[in-house]
C-alpha cells in the first residue's frame, strides 16, 4: 500500500494564481483532511470529508475549496493564492469503510511545500 | 469545542535520561487521544493512542503515555532518550470516533549526546 500520497511536495505561485493540490489514499478510508502547518502554529484544519459527496470546513477554510467525488481522491483548490496561505499543507485520511477494522488514528501523507510570492 | 494545550515549546534531555513531553486536554466528551512524531521534511507518523482500556498506553519506538482523566493529561514519556528522538511532537485529540483531529503547537524534543 501506498498510504496517502499528495502531489505536488513542492510549489512556489504568484499572488493570485490558482493551483490544485493533490490527495489520494489507497486505505480504503472514508474520511479524509486537509490540514496546513505553520511554524509554532501546529495543525489547523482547513477541510474534512466523511465520504464521498460529503465535505465540511474546518477552523481555516477561508481561500480553500475542495471536493471529494471518489472515496481515493481528496483534492485542494486555492482559487487566489495570497502570500498568507504561504505553508505546508498536509492530506490524511483514517475510518476504514465498513467491515474495515476499528482503527482510528489518522494516516498522512508527505506534504506539498507551498509559497506564495 | 475541543483543544490540545502543549506547554513546553522546547524540552532538552540528556540521552540516556528519561524525557516527558507533556499534553493537556480538553473535551466534552469521551476523549480519544493520540501522539505523533515529525522528522524534518517529513509527514507525521503515528506513535501511539488512547481509547479506552488501561491508562498507560505503549507505542512505537518505546514510547508510551499515560492517560490522567483527572488531570485531563496524556503526557508522552520515554524512559531512556536517544539522539534519534529529536523531532517535533504532536498531541492530538478527538472528541468521539466521528470528529477531525485536534493538534496541540507541537513540542520540539532535541536529544543531546
Known amino acids: 500500500n501506498a498510504g496517502v500520497t499528495q502531489t505536488p511536495k513542492f510549489r512556489i505561485l504568484k499572488i493570485g494564481q490558482s493551483m490544485t493540490l493533490q490527495c489520494t489514499q489507497d486505505?480504503?478510508?472514508?474520511?479524509m483532511y486537509w490540514y496546513r502547518q505553520d511554524p509554532g502554529m501546529g495543525l489547523k484544519l482547513i477541510y474534512y470529508?466523511?465520504?464521498?459527496?460529503?465535505?465540511d470546513k474546518g477552523e481555516v477554510p477561508n481561500g480553500y475549496n475542495v471536493s471529494r467525488s471518489t472515496t481515493e481522491d481528496f483534492p485542494l483548490r486555492l482559487e487566489l493564492a495570497a502570500p498568507s496561505q504561504t505553508s505546508v499543507y498536509f492530506c490524511?485520511?483514517?475510518?476504514?469503510?465498513?467491515?474495515?477494522?476499528?482503527?482510528?488514528?489518522?494516516?498522512f501523507g508527505q506534504g506539498t511545500r507551498l509559497t506564495v510570492v | 469545542a475541543q483543544s490540545v494545550a502543549q506547554p513546553e515549546d522546547q524540552v532538552n534531555v540528556a540521552e540516556g535520561n528519561p524525557l516527558t513531553v507533556k499534553c493537556t486536554y480538553s473535551v466534552s466528551g469521551n476523549p480519544y487521544l493520540f501522539w505523533y512524531v515529525q522528522y524534518p521534511n517529513r509527514g507525521l507518523q503515528f506513535l501511539l493512542k488512547y481509547i479506552t482500556g488501561d491508562n498507560l498506553v505503549k507505542g512505537s519506538y518505546g514510547f508510551e503515555a499515560e492517560f490522567n482523566k483527572s488531570q485531563t493529561s496524556f503526557h508522552l514519556k520515554k524512559p531512556s532518550a536517544l539522539v534519534s528522538d529529536s523531532a517535533l511532537y504532536f498531541c492530538a485529540v478527538r472528541d468521539g470516533r466521528n470528529t477531525p483531529l485536534v493538534f496541540g503547537k507541537g513540542t520540539r524534543l532535541s536529544v543531546i549526546a
Open positions: 490524511a485520511s483514517s475510518f476504514p469503510r465498513v467491515g474495515g477494522g476499528q482503527n482510528t488514528e489518522a494516516f
Open positions: 486505505m480504503n478510508h472514508n474520511y
Open positions: 470529508s466523511v465520504g464521498a459527496g460529503i465535505t
